[in-house]
């Protein structure tokens, strides 16, 4: 066996092969040399072809006059905007496909996991056929079923009007709110009677409403903190916990509620104008579409994850948690679900992680996401393949880290400790 | 004792009596309706529900499915023949389709004299993969390679091969079936050769190119095991990989012209771009798939090793690559490589695919091994250092071992990614069987409007294989488990 390490022996140059640590010396400073060499080689032929065909590696064509129409867009936009301005409507169009993505998903993958540990046999083989049948196709399937499905069975928007025999046309959905359609999806709008307009918060220009909502519900969970807090106190000295819960809930509600009457908030449900949907929100069906393939396909695999985790605690804890005297509710709160979460959390991060990088799949709905405009029409007008490339790569890549340094720092704090 | 007691007891029965029925509702299909399906309130009504589903799936497909037409030459033909049978405004499913153009889903625009090629090349894969996923059941293996090899065979009949190739053929599947009877470990030879046969067999070309480049590995592990020999394994592998690149890029070409000049044995070359269908599909996530287990292997062990530089080299690729979507690393394929490469070089598409998607998937094969290996007992670690064994030893012998077994679930759950994500070719211009194929074949004015077809027939092929391959994992987990639990 080679000694640990040269102390106190004069370096000989076979000490490089035969020595441990000289020897990792030798192999990191090799590989680092080869690493960079390759990587030299890959930018010295990308300069070279850079320079053959006559172009430059120039971020400046990010403030030039795109030139051309985003049809979904959360941010003002137009034609003479920046390129710039383009790519951050894809990228917010992106983050909103991922954001109620994963929303939906999480909401459909708790339910079907649940489900499938169900006592009841008929359910849980349903919800097993779904799991299995969206998880074992492709997404881009899924995407291309419901794209055809909108655009080949739903009707266009004048077949909602009753026809003039008086047959009646193709109904409304969900108690006539939503209307589904060959070219969009028209949905009830949330409308304020009485906005206030925009305010200046810290220079820039927020809605006065978000800032109203925001204080309120910022406000709400400082006092609900604050009243647990108390309630924990009462149960340390008196022995006797207060019950809380419906103060907590009023806490949250009340505020929504008045705010929502003080701005005249409601719901305007579409109805049929002429040929179109009006009063609502007609949502384009590419959204619609990636959307629904996303919430379903990472549905299947978020109900795995939760079927798994409820399965990793195993009885004996819950018949111990018993054993000690707690109650059901407490059980679930303080015994099952933490050592579930700790199971489930990770996982159905990466799936949070996947559904947002799957949802670069717009491309076969033409859903104007940040593939669409940077990595789509901006590179195709400019001619700027390298510069938008690698720009889109890194919005992406950043997305995906800041998520998981969260992740680390989160499985750092439940890890079990061992060793 | 019992004779005094029984003196004592009037009356003892001494016969048994017959057993009487359980009673109706706590036996049989009742007590399994009550307790599975109605054993409460809320579990009626899940009940109500998923019938109702049910049903309104049921109802609204039935017809469609029923009504199905597999035998016509175009979708209006399809659509005369549902009204003729069913009436006026039944509307029905045109598997006819699939059935017509059967050959281009499966072979793309393979030249249709050549079928047999692929044909081969799936039944021949069989053989290098049987030895391996069914180790331990003979009958298993028989059955699959049996199956296999038939069914092959009779394609590559029907798709009319030539008699030679057809003899070719037929004898390499008796003398592989007899080598993996008697030899079974020379037959695993034949698994490492496999990837160049099949990649002569699938393009053409002169044979001598695929040994060529073979030739080269071979010399690589020659040097390699012979540094090795004399306690230099570093020196050799460095040799051995220089050696073998040196082979490649300057002398290998030549001796492979040379070798077909003197010995002519070729194939009529097949483009990359006439692939498609399934044939595209299998081939990028089979090449994917065998790829991407040891490079990930590679890229695990190097996330956890002690070197410091190899150790950030490797979290920097994984997270990198991880953290990307895969459709824009194949934009980077078709659009940026031209760029990072020599001016002029120009490599075939699918050969660039094959890579990105193998990095793609390497990647997270990564990860998913190295929660197998930070789940390992730090004991087991220790206890390979206390014996003595050296890194790569440990590694092999203790180590691995364990964390694959480990990670065989999430290792599966990779591939199946890997192959729904050959779909994803499409966008770069590839004909992959669910998007552009289906395209194409819609694009003609005898099948313009088949939606649903096409997208249930691919769907279904991919269901079944990725299907499959999770139940595979499940029967290899149950064959790897040792602990007794």
Redesign the interface.
């Known amino acids: ?1 080679a000694p640990a390490s040269g102390a106190g022996q004069p370096f000989r140059l076979s000490m490089l ?1 035969h020595d441990r640590h000289y ?2 010396l030798l ?6 040399i080869l ?1 960079m060499s390759l990587a030299a080689w ?1 930018v010295n ?2 300069v ?3 320079a ?1 065909m006559g172009k430059t590696f120039d971020f400046g064509f990010l403030f030039n006059r795109s030139g051309y129409d985003i049809p979904f867009s959360l941010i003002p936009y137009d034609s003479n905007s920046t390129h710039l301005r383009a790519a951050m409507v894809g990228l917010l169009n992106t983050l909103l496909v991922s954001a109620l993505g994963c929303l939906f998903a999480t909401i459909l993958g708790v339910l079907a996991g649940v ?1 499938r540990l ?6 849980a083989k ?1 919800m097993t056929v779904y799991v ?2 969206f ?7 899924w995407i ?2 419901i794209l ?1 499905l909108f655009t ?1 069975v739903m009707p266009a928007p004048r077949d909602y009007r009753p026809a003039a025999d008086g047959a009646a046309g193709a109904q409304m959905i969900l108690f006539g709110t939503i209307a589904p359609t060959n070219r969009y999806t028209a949905i009830p709008a949330v409308v304020a009677e009485r906005d206030p307009g925009p305010v200046s918060v810290l220079g820039l220009q927020v809605d006065a409403m978000v800032v109203a909502f925001a204080v309120a519900l910022l406000a709400a969970w400082l006092i609900h903190r604050w009243l647990r807090a108390w309630a924990q106190y009462r149960q340390d000295t008196t022995g006797r916990r207060p019950v809380t819960w419906w103060i907590s809930l009023l806490l949250f509600l009340l505020p929504i509620l008045g705010l929502s009457r003080l701005f005249g908030i409601h719901l305007v449900t579409p109805e049929l104008r002429g040929f179109n949907f009006a009063g609502g929100l007609n949502l384009d069906n590419g959204f619609v579409v990636l959307l629904l393939a996303l919430s379903l396909y990472t549905g299947a695999f978020i109900a795995e994850i939760v079927r798994a985790g409820i399965l990793s605690v195993s009885r004996g804890q819950t018949e111990a948690a018993a054993a000690l005297g707690l109650r059901p509710r407490p059980i679930m709160a303080l015994v099952v679900l933490p050592q579930a979460l700790r199971v489930i959390i990770p996982p159905l991060i990466s799936q949070f992680l996947n559904l947002t ?2 949802s ?2 717009a ?2 709905v033409g859903y104007p996401d940040l ?1 669409a405009t940077l ?1 789509g029409t901006t590179l195709n007008q400019t001619g700027r ?2 510069e938008s ?1 690698i720009l ?2 890194g919005i ?2 950043a ?3 800041i998520v ?1 340094a969260a992740m680390n720092l989160y499985n750092s704090r439940v890890r079990l400790k ?2 | 004792m019992s004779e005094v007691h029984a003196e004592t007891v009037p009356f003892v029965r001494d016969t048994m009596l017959p057993s009487a029925a359980p009673p109706a509702r706590q036996s049989g299909a009742v007590l399994w309706l009550r ?3 109605f ?1 409460g309130p809320l ?1 009626i009504l ?2 109500l ?3 109702a ?2 049903w309104a799936l049921v109802s609204h497909l039935w017809p469609w499915f029923g009504h199905a037409v597999w035998n016509a030459s175009s979708i209006g033909e399809c659509r005369q023949i549902i009204a003729e049978r069913y009436g006026q405004g039944a509307g029905g499913a045109c598997f006819a389709i699939i059935r017509e153009r059967w050959n281009q889903f499966i072979f793309g625009f393979y030249p249709a004299e050549h079928y047999w090629r692929p044909t081969a090349v799936f039944g021949l894969m069989m053989f290098a993969v049987a030895p391996i996923l069914f180790s331990e059941s003979r009958r298993l293996r028989w059955t699959v390679l049996a199956v296999s090899a038939v069914a092959s065979f009779a394609a590559c009949v029907a798709l009319g091969a030539p008699g030679r190739a057809l003899l070719a053929v037929g004898a390499g599947f008796v003398a592989l079936a007899a080598l993996i009877e008697y030899a079974p470990r020379r037959a695993l030879a034949f698994s490492v050769l496999y990837p160049f046969l099949a990649v002569w067999m699938l393009w053409g070309g002169s044979f001598w190119g695929p040994v060529a480049v073979l030739a080269g590995f071979a010399l690589a592990l020659a040097i390699w095991r012979l540094g090795a020999r004399f306690g ?1 394994g ?2 050799g592998l ?1 040799l051995g990989v220089a050696a073998a690149v040196w082979w490649w890029a300057a002398l290998g070409p030549r001796v492979a012209a040379d070798l077909q000049g003197l010995m002519p044995l070729a194939l009529a070359p097949v483009e990359s771009r006439s692939f498609g269908g399934f044939l595209l599909a299998l081939t990028i996530g089979v090449s994917g798939i065998v790829m991407s287990l040891p490079l990930g292997i590679i890229l695990a062990l190097a996330r956890q090793s ?5 150790r950030t ?1 490797a979290v920097m690729f994984i ?2 690559i ?7 690393l194949l ?2 394929a078709s ?2 490589l ?6 002029g070089t120009n490599f075939d598409i699918i050969l660039r695919v094959i890579i990105m998607v193998t990095l793609f998937a390497a990647a997270y094969m990564a990860e998913v091994i190295r929660g197998g290996l930070a789940a390992l007992p ?1 004991g087991q670690y220790e206890g390979a250092d206390s014996l ?1 064994l050296t890194y790569w030893q440990a590694q092999r012998l203790i180590i691995l071992p364990q964390a694959l077994k480990i990670s065989i679930p999430g290792i599966v759950g990779t591939f ?1 990614g890997v192959f ?2 050959t ?2 070719v ?2 770069v211009g590839l004909f992959d069987p ?2 552009q194929m289906a395209d194409t074949i819609r694009a003609t004015f005898a099948w313009k409007g088949a ?2 077809e096409p ?1 249930i027939f ?2 279904t092929i ?2 079944i294989l ?2 499959a391959m ?1 139940r595979y994992a499940m029967y290899l987990e149950r064959r790897l488990k040792t602990d007794h639990r």
């Open positions: 066996m092969i020897r990792a192999i990191q400073a090799l590989v680092f690493v890959l032929n990308t070279q072809n850079l053959r489900l169900s006592r009841n046999w008929l359910v349903l299995e049948v998880r074992n196709v492709p997404l881009l399937l291309l079923v055809a080949e990088k799957n670069s799949l491309i076969a593939r990595g393949e390298m490339m889109m790569m992406y890549l997305i995906s880290l998981s061992e060793r | 307790e599975n399906l054993s579990n899940l009940t529900a998923g019938l589903a049910l230099a570093l020196l460095a002690n070197l410091p530089v190899v080299l997270e990198f991880r953290g990307v979507p895969l459709i824009t934009f980077v659009i940026l031209n760029y990072f490469l020599p001016p730090r003595g199946i729904k994500d779909t994803l499409t966008f669910l998007k939606y649903w997208y691919t769907g991919f269901f990725c299907f999770s």
